[in-house]
Nanobody, 123 residues
Framework: QVQLAESGGDLVQAGGSLRLSCAASGGIFNTFSMGWFRQTPGKEREFVAAISWNRINIKYADSVKGRFTISRDSAKNTVYLQMNTLKPEDTAVYYC????????????????WGQGTQVTVSS
């Protein structure tokens, strides 16, 4: 059974940086496309970034392009989200997700989810 565990969430000032990690276990990580999503209270979970199993296809939401970078380390079964120049509107619970096949920005395309990690950006 595939399990995903996020870490790295924290309270940070606007303009600061954080790196989120998502460790995968129980599956064939190298065949998974991985995504990051985020959610704030009262809103739908939204796409942030995704990376294919071979790192060839990478997608970003327009709101984070140029500030966030998704990457993966197959040796560690871990996907990362480097977040720079953080803004208060980036405050959310961040979730990683996994799926077989190609990258996707749709939440319902992913079958495996972590429990989330809180990122709070103060102004």
């Amino acid at each position: 059974q595939v399990q995903l565990a996020e870490s790295g969430g924290d309270l940070v000032q606007a303009g600061g940086s954080l790196r989120l990690s998502c460790a995968a276990s129980g599956g064939i990580f190298n065949t998974f496309s991985m995504g990051w999503f985020r959610q704030t209270p009262g809103k739908e979970r939204e796409f942030v970034a995704a990376i294919s199993w071979n790192r060839i296809n990478i997608k970003y939401a327009d709101s984070v392009k140029g500030r966030f970078t998704i990457s993966r380390d197959s040796a560690k079964n871990t996907v990362y989200l480097q977040m720079n120049t953080l803004k208060p509107e980036d405050t959310a619970v961040y979730y990683c997700a996994g799926k077989y096949g190609s990258t996707d920005f749709r939440m319902d395309a992913y079958g495996y989810w972590g429990q989330g990690t809180q990122v709070t950006v103060s102004s």
